[in-house]
């Protein structure tokens, strides 16, 4: 079967940092394309960061400059690495997965993790 796992999520202060990650099994990351998404109540789903299996990536202008997405194909997992986070980070960020694409642009993904809660807040 094919699954995503977030970890990583927690409560950190403003100007802090977390990673976050995000484990696949039963495909190889080296032939799918990672987003990252986000969500916080009366907020629109966003779409934050993509990473390509040939690394291009997308950031948001929302989090560009402060967030890096990456990959592990040892560990078959993909990071968010997430700096001078700020109160409107605050959000469940989940993972997901789509076929190797040349870019960012237009990924049907179509594997989805089951999200893992960020709290910026002093």
């Known amino acids: 079967q094919l699954h995503l796992v977030e970890s990583g999520g927690g409560l950190v202060q403003p100007g802090g940092s977390l990673r976050l990650s995000c484990a696949a099994s039963g495909f190889t990351l080296d032939s799918a394309a990672i987003g990252w998404f986000r969500q916080a109540p009366g907020k629109e789903h966003e779409g934050i960061s993509c990473i390509t299996s040939d690394n291009n990536t997308y950031y948001a202008d929302s989090v560009k400059g402060r967030f890096t997405i990456s990959r592990d194909n040892a560990k078959n997992t993909v990071y968010l690495q997430m700096n001078s986070l700020k109160p409107e980070d605050t959000a469940v960020y989940s993972c997901?997965?789509?076929?190797?694409?040349?870019?960012?642009?237009?990924?049907?993904?179509?594997?989805w993790g089951q999200g893992t809660q960020v709290t910026v807040s002093s």
């Open positions: 997901a997965a789509g076929p190797p694409q040349a870019s960012c642009s237009n990924v049907p993904y179509a594997y």
